[in-house]
């Protein structure tokens, strides 16, 4: 059974960073395609960030482009959404998702895998 573990959220004020980390074990990494999405208070999940398996080729929502990072280290089977530039508006759960396609996906319903998910406020 495929796990994810999400570590990294917290309180930081406009402006700061924060860098979210998600480990999983139970299956193999290297073969599944990695993605954060996020649920801001009272709204739907929305889709975040995407890397492929190799780590080579990585997609971001347009809100979060500039400021997001996503990155992936198959070593130690953890991916990790960087951001940067942090707005009151990013306040959300953020999620970890894992899905076994190789496609570029950017919708829930296409990943199979959830982590339980890290709170991130964006406030002063």
């Known amino acids: 059974q495929v796990q994810l573990v999400e570590t990294g959220g917290g309180l930081v004020q406009p402006g700061g960073s924060l860098k979210l980390s998600c480990t999983v074990s139970?299956?193999?990494?290297?073969?599944?395609?990695m993605a954060w999405f996020r649920r801001p208070p009272g709204k739907e999940r929305e889709f975040v960030g995407t890397?492929?398996?190799?780590?080579?080729?990585?997609d971001l929502a347009d809100s979060v482009k500039g400021r997001f990072t996503i990155s992936r280290d198959n070593a130690k089977n953890t991916v990790y959404l960087q951001m940067n530039s942090l707005k009151p508006e990013d306040t959300a759960i953020y999620y970890c998702?894992?899905?076994?396609?190789?496609?570029?996906?950017?919708?829930?319903?296409?990943?199979?895998?959830w982590g339980q998910g890290t709170q991130v406020t964006v406030s002063s």
């Open positions: 998702a894992a899905a076994t396609t190789p496609v570029l996906r950017t919708t829930a319903q296409d990943y199979n895998y």
């Open positions: 139970g299956g193999r990494f290297t073969t599944l395609r």
């Open positions: 890397i492929s398996w190799g780590g080579m080729a990585a």
